[in-house]
């Protein structure tokens, strides 16, 4: 292979084949149904259904599916007691990752070709881990799941202790939807690679996870609000992106690798976030995130992508900022589960080649010359 073939990020670089979601014509698919359509007629759950199993589901379908979620939910003691000595100062990120691997020690699911239960099981698991660590972290019990309830609406009950209203219910289970695939992102890719080597579906969600904490992919929701947060009026919004702007700077929750145009995502949760921001009587905020928003897209053509209005509508939400990128995972480990599966099901190992830029023809020399 020739260097004219390196691409650094590997940008416009083909490195597989998927039937799980596309972007076409800047508009994202799962499964050839439109972002917009599920995010407008399903659920998270059904979407979830869609990505892991290949279809939508039928009624019978989706009771089934939310029963087999709800009797994966409660943690194994063990695990909880793993969660309670970790320092409080560490990020959430971390300690799902942890968590994630320490369920994997608990795998009920004993068949190891078994891939779409085990999904199930742990996406179901996920939800509670968070929930866990946010108790923990505020002094308070862990608390057992409460069937019936939707993933979204779960989380929230076994993190906040009550269930949420149905506006935030439902808000929450939109963002879900709207984050759970995305082809081949870098999370996505991370687990895909881990699943190339026959490794196991634990190991690639937790290396899934690794991938997904950094600013530039799902932790971006979290550092756009930690952005927005530190102005009290659009004025002094405006002022700091000029400042930055002038000299820069990244602006997170901005920009995207496919889409150039706009994220479609952050059009359809925009759309919500106003209306919510109005509904609670916060509409400064959106004046604030237009500030920021307008001279991004009018001076630099730099869009929006979906953590931008994700970041403000969980704040707006009343969610604490810790929660906003373990949401995230707590949706897409149905894409990364449905690409592993992919994945096992046509397999090669991914072994990419290097341009190699060091030294040549160096000799050891003896210790006592070092
Ligand atoms: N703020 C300021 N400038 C930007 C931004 C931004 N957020 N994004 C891109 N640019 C500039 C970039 O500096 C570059 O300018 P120049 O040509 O002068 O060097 C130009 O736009 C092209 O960008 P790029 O670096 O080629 O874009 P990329 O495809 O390598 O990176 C990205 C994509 C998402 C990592 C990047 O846009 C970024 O860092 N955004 C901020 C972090 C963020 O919001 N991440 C969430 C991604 S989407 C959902 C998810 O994965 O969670």
Redesign the pocket.
């Known amino acids: 292979m020739s260097d004219t073939t390196f691409s650094p990020?590997l940008?416009g670089v083909i490195a597989g084949e998927t039937a799980i979601a596309c972007v076409d014509q800047g508009k994202l698919l799962y499964r050839g149904y439109a972002i917009a359509d599920l995010a407008e007629n399903t659920t998270f759950e059904e979407t979830a259904h869609l990505l892991l199993f290949g279809n939508l589901p039928n009624q019978a379908d989706l009771d089934a599916f939310k029963k087999k979620l709800d009797s994966y939910r409660p943690l194994p003691k063990a695990l909880v007691d793993t969660l309670r000595p970790i320092p409080k100062d560490v990020p959430m990120m971390d300690v799902l990752r942890t968590g994630v691997s320490m369920a994997g020690h608990f795998d009920p699911v004993k068949d190891p070709d078994a891939l779409q239960e085990r999904a199930v099981w742990l996406t179901a698991q996920i939800g509670g881990i968070i929930a866990a660590r946010f108790r923990l972290l505020n002094d308070q019990e862990p608390i057992e799941p409460k069937a019936g309830l939707s993933h979204a609406a779960q989380v929230l009950y076994q993190a906040q202790g009550e269930e949420p209203d149905e506006l935030s219910a439902k808000l929450l289970d939109l963002t879900l939807i709207l984050y759970a695939e995305?082809d081949f992102?870098?999370s996505t890719f991370t687990a895909r690679v881990i699943c190339s080597t026959m490794s196991d579906m634990v190991s690639a969600i937790v290396g899934g996870i690794g991938a997904?904490k950094g600013?530039?992919?799902?932790g971006?929701?979290e550092?756009?609000m930690e952005m927005l947060e530190q102005f009290k009026t659009a004025d002094e919004a405006k002022a700091w992106i000029a400042d930055a702007?002038a000299n820069?700077?990244?602006?997170?929750?901005?920009?995207?690798?496919v889409y150039k145009n706009g994220?479609h995502r952050a059009t359809i949760l925009e759309r919500e976030l106003r209306k919510l921001a109005k509904q609670k009587g916060q509409e400064q905020w959106m004046d604030i995130y237009d500030a920021i928003k307008d001279p991004?897209v009018n001076d630099?053509k730099?869009y929006p992508?979906?953590?931008?209005p994700c970041g403000l509508t969980y704040y707006i939400l009343g969610l604490p900022l810790d929660l906003y990128t373990p949401l995230?995972v707590a949706s897409r480990v149905t894409g990364w589960a449905a690409h592993f599966i992919e994945q096992a099901g046509d397999n090669r190992i991914y072994r990419p080649l290097s341009i190699y830029t060091g030294a040549k023809d160096t000799l050891v020399p003896a210790i006592e010359n070092r």
């Not at 820069?248 to 690798?257: E, L, P, V, W």
């Open positions: 990020g940008a995305h992102n870098a997904l600013p530039l992919h799902g971006a929701n550092a756009a702007l820069k700077g990244k602006i997170m929750g901005f920009g995207h690798r994220d991004m630099k730099i992508n979906v953590d931008y995230f």
